[in-house]
């Protein structure tokens, strides 16, 4: 794909990666995604924002020279140096020799260790700015762990755009290139910052407000859509998924399951009724019908959660162990902690989920409950009395 102006003498130079369907092992990328590279030629001195994964160097590489010669390029900004950004960065050094790395302390180490040699960067500090001449300045802003600890964004000041690297980005690949312009990709959007920034709220919400004044027209993310149509309303989601929700007066016991002929669902709705019996807030999710984001917003403010599974080839059914393989990161000590579930001939399911969950540091004091295919009469009592005694524990 040839390169696109994104704004006057700033052009994205970047690569198409549409096969893409895992990314970095774990992430999914159902839409593929983008290496976006952006070249800025508007001052006396020619800059590039980010290169590309390594893959990808020679579409890169033929972008920047139908706009410029790489030897006249002055400047490279590392904006954060995970390899899906900076893989093309020794080779493209041989190709602009003359260019200077700028990048700031944090940053450098990993630049070290990416080329094996040091290239005596220009180190810049939160709110530095480096003078591109014609008035065209970039400003830089320190915004660490978004998600590695070198992470800044570039702000070209004149032209209102700011180049954010992973931030507010999505794994979402389309040539359109632009937000109003590609299909709705709403969904990747939000599953990219679940996976990636979700961890970071602390340092989304210092991020956001370092730029929340800034002149925004254009936000420029390394992965997917350039951001044009309202940048704002981007940040304004990342602003409320960062944000804690205020605890409400009851405490609350979450339920989860997942039921493969429907004797798990009913043990999770006793468990429910015994639990609302003793006026704890209760609510009961299929977890392969509900959304992951919207789950682990309400664990972080539950005050304690039961996770049932039937029982498969001796495990845990996958989408139970997708829902607790992303609760690591959450602080959830102290929080209460029960397993369950029907079976068939072995059992393990619930087993396994209570060691899981004193593993993520919840208080597991129940024995896991285990009940063999279809409850009988004395089982539902046993997970009613279950649920009443895990709202005493909450």
């Not at 020794?90 to 700028?102: H, I, K, Q, W």
């Not at 959007?189 to 990636?196: A, C, K, P, R, T």
């Not at 004091?365 to 063999?372: H, K, S």
Request: negative net charge.
């Amino acid at each position: 794909m040839r390169p696109v102006e994104i704004a006057e003498d700033v052009h994205w130079v970047g690569a198409l990666d549409p096969q893409l369907r895992i990314f970095d092992i774990i992430m999914k990328a159902d839409h593929g995604t983008t290496y976006n590279s952006y070249l800025l030629t508007a001052g006396d001195k020619i800059a590039v924002v980010d290169t590309v994964k390594a893959p990808f160097y020679e579409e890169f590489l033929e972008n920047v020279r139908s706009l410029v010669d790489p030897r006249d390029i002055s400047y490279v900004v590392v904006n954060h140096t995970e390899p899906d950004h900076s893989g093309s960065l020794a080779r493209f050094l041989e190709d602009a020799p003359n260019a200077r790395v700028v990048c700031d302390r944090n940053c450098r180490n990993f630049v070290r260790n990416i080329l094996n040699r040091d290239v005596d960067p220009i180190l810049v500090q939160d709110g530095d700015a480096l003078d591109l001449g014609k008035g065209f300045v970039l400003r830089f802003i320190h915004a660490p762990f978004l998600h590695w600890p070198d992470t800044m964004f570039t702000y070209a000041e004149k032209r209102g755009v700011l180049f954010t690297c992973d931030f507010l980005g999505a794994h979402y690949c389309d040539d359109r290139l632009f937000d109003d312009l590609v299909d709705d990709h709403s969904r990747a959007f939000e599953y990219y910052y679940l996976v990636i920034f979700r961890p970071f709220k602390k340092y989304v919400l210092e991020a956001l407000d370092k730029i929340h004044d800034l002149d925004l027209r254009v936000v420029a993310p390394s992965h997917g859509p350039i951001l044009r149509s309202d940048p704002r309303a981007y940040m304004e989601k990342y602003r409320q998924w960062s944000t804690r929700p205020e605890p409400g007066g009851k405490k609350n016991l979450l339920v989860f399951y997942a039921s493969a002929y429907g004797n798990t669902a009913l043990l999770a709705e006793k468990i429910a009724e015994g639990a609302r019996a003793e006026g704890a807030g209760v609510a009961v999710m299929d977890v392969t019908a509900t959304e992951l984001g919207l789950m682990i917003d309400r664990i972080e403010a539950a005050d304690g959660i039961a996770v049932g599974s039937a029982t498969i080839n001796g495990d845990a059914v996958e989408p139970v162990w997708y829902l607790l393989s992303h609760l690591a990161t959450l602080d959830l000590k102290g929080k209460v902690g029960a397993a369950f579930g029907s079976y068939g001939w072995s059992g393990e399911a619930p087993k396994l989920i209570a060691e899981r969950l004193k593993g993520l540091k919840f208080k597991v004091t129940e024995e896991p409950f285990r009940v063999n295919l279809v409850p009988t009469e004395e089982d539902l009592r046993e997970a009613t009395e279950l649920g009443r005694r895990l709202a005493r524990s909450l």
